[in-house]
């Protein structure tokens, strides 16, 4: 592994004072970066939340690798503490450690009564007591013991992000939680995992999104990232597409603008920095960054204190080229697209080597944190080359880990950062305002505190505050806000399905899905004025039909509409739901598009449990399980490939109908070795920034291993390869033979 950049070349990484690494930022005229907390009284933040006082809730993973070994990782050693601006002057002045035994703490968010975390392997409910200015640790509860099990530290889920529908979301995962009163009635589709004496949370399905953080926009929609692709964003609400239960389609996600980096020093110390791409070659950039390849937690901006130009955009830090990225997000037709804000740049940079930015909040005071881990090492050992820790050694990064952090302010520089009110304090009444505040912290704060208390008595102050707005984005907060009371009405909904912004009419057709069946004959009719307004106020109406009995006359019409559109099948077959016999018999007969009759006809094929399995000798059924296994666990697999072997955007490609799996040897040599884009799978074209790195150099993965992941890769979504047989250790012993001593990943013209 060659050093692209000779090591005399390569400034030092010394650890520097929050003064030195404030000097060491360069930030987009405008803006200015302050310090919030730092070291001794943050260490290693990697998710944050705010409660409803504008407190700071810190997951803090302190035994995330501390050398190239990661040695004493597995401590239960990390914390999940309390910060406080007790004076009001902008800088945290207190810290409580509400718990100091967490193993690699990733995920923390405010619920009522207390906080949920996550560490390793499951999800917490921990009751946070208050008295006389001290905070305490009350119950302490299992909610989920699989919320993170399995998996690469790397790609476990993470973040539980409140969407403006009242479920917590969470990247890397396919789940998805809601929070209800303990005599509610239990969602279609979910089940009820937990319950104390206040409240009880039930579990349901959801898309497969991202890696490593969330965001959400105004509207409710979406954004998440891989490690090698910045924010993605999701043109539909989520579950748009899952409303029909014989349907498994998956929710595209549109990349934001391009993925090219613009680092304010070089990045040698990158994993593929050896790599022929990864690194400018010459010129006045030599040895940066080319490309993104830690993207990390995504923000879309929705505060108030930037000018109104960067409101929503879309925000995306790569730790590895200590940098944030800033993108607009622009709405096109069926799809989310962006352009770099500062082409050729970064909203900030920093010269310092070990600013590792992994996560980006709204904050209460209308500017953006930045949760810096401040950490030499931010490459997991599961995946370290030989490369990148000698560059890690070289310039001693992995010395004083584990005892530094900071959280970063990035505020508009002529604007003052505002006063942080106390939500918790006030009564229900009084925060019916905040749901049209300018910062969005206000509005989500709010929303979730009227339906934690389920304050129905403020549906007519709601519906007021909606009479006298005609600004959307509250108008589309107060919807979900009456929905999250149980407060929706009909004259409500139909009033705003009229309205003229797209977002509010199709906001409010979402939330009258949850209308009682007297009021579904006029619900049914504004759904079909609705088809007939245009897309993509018709999607919406294709999609909330699932709630209605006879809709197929809304269907038909979206379809003759906006056959063509994006999403336009995929939205009526959600919408079916259990109708689609009926639906061919309302219309007289098949529908004439072979496409969307082909979709029909599938439902109820469910291709993600397509396997070879049953055809397999015994010793290979044993094989197959132990490769399920490690696909989904320490193998990581479904990282880049997903769940269900499918691939995922700007990460890795199907599996489905590949003939890289088809090949024994070739298949067993990039498990070994690796693959770089780029590549075709049948006839789709996958070319992404990440490069799959091998196993040969892994000692927690073994041959055995490597057999078994072989197997259950050929024999599932589909693949038939060894009906009677499997993959054996021995096929892996004899390709490691014949490949010894490589180092770079293979490509496709290695194999022509």
């Given at each position: 592994?060659?050093?692209?950049?000779?090591?005399?070349?390569?400034?030092?990484?010394?650890?520097?004072?929050?003064?030195?690494?404030?000097?060491?930022?360069?930030?987009?005229?405008?803006?200015?970066?302050?310090?919030?907390?730092?070291?001794?009284?943050?260490?290693?933040?990697?998710?944050?939340?705010?409660?409803?006082?504008?407190?700071?809730?810190?997951?803090?993973?302190?035994?995330?690798?501390?050398?190239?070994?990661?040695?004493?990782?597995?401590?239960?050693?990390?914390?999940?503490?309390?910060?406080?601006?007790?004076?009001?002057?902008?800088?945290?002045?207190?810290?409580?450690?509400?718990?100091?035994?967490?193993?690699?703490?990733?995920?923390?968010?405010?619920?009522?009564?207390?906080?949920?975390?996550?560490?390793?392997?499951?999800?917490?409910?921990?009751?946070?007591?208050?008295?006389?200015?001290?905070?305490?640790?009350?119950?302490?509860?299992?909610?989920?013991?699989?919320?993170?099990?399995?998996?690469?530290?790397?790609?476990?889920?993470?973040?539980?992000?409140?969407?403006?529908?009242?479920?917590?979301?969470?990247?890397?995962?396919?789940?998805?939680?809601?929070?209800?009163?303990?005599?509610?009635?239990?969602?279609?589709?979910?089940?009820?995992?937990?319950?104390?004496?206040?409240?009880?949370?039930?579990?349901?399905?959801?898309?497969?999104?991202?890696?490593?953080?969330?965001s959400m926009d105004d509207y409710g929609r979406l954004y998440h990232n891989g490690n090698s692709s910045p924010i993605h964003?999701?043109?539909?609400?989520?579950?748009?597409?899952?409303?029909?239960?014989?349907?498994?389609?998956?929710?595209?996600?549109?990349?934001?603008?391009?993925?090219?980096?613009?680092?304010?020093?070089?990045?040698?110390?990158?994993?593929?920095?050896?790599?022929?791409?990864?690194?400018?070659?010459?010129?006045?950039?030599?040895?940066?960054?080319?490309?993104?390849?830690?993207?990390?937690?995504?923000?879309?901006?929705?505060?108030?204190?930037?000018?109104?130009?960067?409101?929503?955009?879309?925000?995306?830090?790569?730790?590895?080229?200590?940098?944030?990225?800033?993108?607009?997000?622009?709405?096109?037709?069926?799809?989310?697209?962006?352009?770099?804000?500062?082409?050729?740049?970064?909203?900030?940079?920093?010269?310092?080597?070990?600013?590792?930015?992994?996560?980006?909040?709204?904050?209460?005071?209308?500017?953006?944190?930045?949760?810096?881990?401040?950490?030499?090492?931010?490459?997991?050992?599961?995946?370290?080359?030989?490369?990148?820790?000698?560059?890690?050694?070289?310039?001693?990064?992995?010395?004083?880990?584990?005892?530094?952090?900071?959280?970063?302010?990035?505020?508009?520089?002529?604007?003052?950062?505002?006063?942080?009110?106390?939500?918790?304090?006030?009564?229900?009444?009084?925060?019916?305002?905040?749901?049209?505040?300018?910062?969005?912290?206000?509005?989500?704060?709010?929303?979730?505190?009227?339906?934690?208390?389920?304050?129905?008595?403020?549906?007519?102050?709601?519906?007021?505050?909606?009479?006298?707005?005609?600004?959307?984005?509250?108008?589309?907060?107060?919807?979900?806000?009456?929905?999250?009371?149980?407060?929706?009405?009909?004259?409500?909904?139909?009033?705003?399905?009229?309205?003229?912004?797209?977002?509010?009419?199709?906001?409010?057709?979402?939330?009258?899905?949850?209308?009682?069946?007297?009021?579904?004959?006029?619900?049914?009719?504004?759904?079909?004025?609705?088809?007939?307004?245009?897309?993509?106020?018709?999607?919406?109406?294709?999609?909330?039909?699932?709630?209605?009995?006879?809709?197929?006359?809304?269907?038909?019409?979206?379809?003759?509409?906006?056959?063509?559109?994006?999403?336009?099948?995929?939205?009526?077959?959600?919408?079916?739901?259990?109708?689609?016999?009926?639906?061919?018999?309302?219309?007289?007969?098949?529908?004439?598009?072979?496409?969307?009759?082909?979709?029909?006809?599938?439902?109820?094929?469910?291709?993600?449990?397509?396997?070879?399995?049953?055809?397999?000798?015994?010793?290979?059924?044993?094989?197959?399980?132990?490769?399920?296994?490690?696909?989904?666990?320490?193998?990581?697999?479904?990282?880049?490939?997903?769940?269900?072997?499918?691939?995922?955007?700007?990460?890795?490609?199907?599996?489905?109908?590949?003939?890289?799996?088809?090949?024994?040897?070739?298949?067993?040599?990039?498990?070994?070795?690796?693959?770089?884009?780029?590549?075709?799978?049948?006839?789709?074209?996958?070319?992404?920034?990440?490069?799959?790195?091998?196993?040969?150099?892994?000692?927690?993965?073994?041959?055995?291993?490597?057999?078994?992941?072989?197997?259950?890769?050929?024999?599932?979504?589909?693949?038939?390869?060894?009906?009677?047989?499997?993959?054996?250790?021995?096929?892996?012993?004899?390709?490691?033979?014949?490949?010894?001593?490589?180092?770079?990943?293979?490509?496709?013209?290695?194999?022509?």
């Amino acid at each position: 592994m060659r050093d692209v950049i000779p090591r005399h070349e390569i400034p030092g990484a010394p650890i520097l004072t929050v003064a030195q690494a404030l000097e060491a930022f360069q930030v987009q005229k405008g803006f200015v970066v302050e310090p919030v907390v730092s070291e001794p009284d943050v260490f290693n933040p990697v998710a944050m939340a705010f409660d409803a006082s504008g407190r700071m809730w810190v997951a803090e993973m302190t035994t995330y690798m501390p050398d190239v070994h990661g040695s004493g990782e597995m401590k239960p050693d990390g914390n999940i503490a309390l910060l406080e601006d007790t004076d009001g002057d902008g800088a945290v002045d207190r810290r409580t450690v509400l718990l100091d035994n967490v193993l690699l703490p990733r995920t923390v968010a405010v619920v009522d009564g207390g906080i949920f975390y996550a560490d390793h392997e499951s999800l917490y409910f921990a009751e946070v007591l208050e008295a006389d200015g001290q905070v305490r640790l009350g119950r302490h509860d299992v909610v989920d013991p699989t919320y993170a099990s399995g998996g690469n530290v790397e790609h476990k889920p993470n973040t539980m992000l409140y969407g403006i529908d009242g479920w917590y979301y969470n990247a890397k995962s396919d789940r998805r939680y809601r929070v209800l009163p303990l005599g509610a009635e239990v969602p279609a589709g979910a089940e009820e995992i937990y319950r104390n004496t206040d409240w009880k949370v039930v579990r349901a399905g959801t898309d497969y999104r991202g890696q490593w953080g969330l965001s959400m926009d105004d509207y409710g929609r979406l954004y998440h990232n891989g490690n090698s692709s910045p924010i993605h964003g999701e043109y539909l609400l989520p579950g748009a597409l899952l409303k029909n239960p014989g349907y498994w389609p998956d929710m595209p996600a549109h990349p934001i603008g391009d993925n090219f980096v613009f680092p304010a020093r070089i990045n040698p110390g990158v994993n593929r920095g050896y790599l022929e791409g990864t690194l400018v070659a010459d010129g006045p950039d030599r040895g940066k960054l080319v490309s993104f390849t830690a993207a990390s937690g995504s923000l879309v901006y929705r505060g108030s204190n930037f000018p109104a130009a960067y409101y929503g955009m879309g925000l995306t830090p790569e730790p590895a080229a200590n940098l944030v990225s800033a993108r607009r997000i622009i709405e096109a037709n069926g799809e989310l697209r962006g352009e770099a804000l500062f082409p050729g740049q970064e909203l900030l940079a920093s010269t310092d080597e070990r600013f590792r930015p992994v996560n980006l909040y709204n904050a209460p005071d209308g500017t953006v944190y930045i949760l810096d881990m401040y950490h030499g090492i931010i490459q997991h050992r599961d995946f370290l080359t030989r490369y990148l820790a000698d560059q890690i050694r070289d310039r001693e990064l992995d010395h004083g880990n584990n005892t530094m952090g900071r959280v970063y302010r990035l505020r508009w520089a002529e604007n003052r950062a505002a006063p942080v009110p106390d939500l918790d304090a006030l009564d229900s009444a009084s925060l019916v305002p905040y749901l049209a505040h300018a910062n969005a912290w206000q509005r989500d704060t709010a929303r979730r505190l009227l339906v934690e208390r389920q304050a129905s008595s403020v549906a007519n102050a709601i519906r007021a505050l909606m009479a006298g707005s005609d600004h959307s984005v509250a108008l589309v907060n107060a919807l979900w806000t009456l929905h999250g009371l149980g407060a929706v009405d009909i004259d409500t909904v139909r009033r705003y399905m009229r309205d003229a912004d797209h977002h509010v009419a199709m906001a409010a057709a979402a939330v009258g899905e949850a209308l009682p069946a007297s009021d579904h004959a006029a619900y049914h009719q504004s759904l079909r004025a609705m088809a007939n307004a245009g897309y993509p106020r018709a999607l919406q109406a294709a999609v909330s039909v699932a709630a209605i009995d006879g809709g197929a006359d809304v269907s038909r019409l979206v379809l003759d509409a906006h056959i063509d559109r994006p999403y336009t099948r995929e939205a009526v077959v959600s919408g079916l739901g259990d109708d689609a016999a009926a639906f061919v018999e309302a219309i007289g007969g098949a529908y004439p598009d072979p496409v969307f009759m082909d979709m029909l006809d599938r439902l109820g094929e469910n291709r993600q449990q397509a396997s070879n399995r049953d055809r397999l000798s015994p010793a290979g059924q044993r094989r197959y399980d132990r490769g399920q296994a490690l696909y989904a666990g320490q193998g990581a697999c479904a990282g880049c490939h997903g769940p269900h072997g499918n691939g995922m955007p700007g990460l890795g490609p199907t599996f489905w109908d590949s003939g890289w799996v088809y090949d024994r040897d070739r298949l067993v040599r990039v498990l070994l070795h690796g693959l770089a884009g780029p590549i075709w799978v049948g006839q789709d074209f996958w070319n992404t920034a990440a490069v799959m790195p091998g196993y040969a150099t892994n000692d927690a993965i073994s041959d055995e291993d490597l057999a078994a992941m072989a197997t259950y890769i050929r024999n599932s979504w589909g693949n038939a390869m060894d009906s009677g047989d499997a993959v054996t250790e021995s096929d892996i012993e004899k390709v490691r033979a014949q490949t010894q001593g490589r180092v770079e990943p293979f490509r496709a013209t290695d194999f022509e």
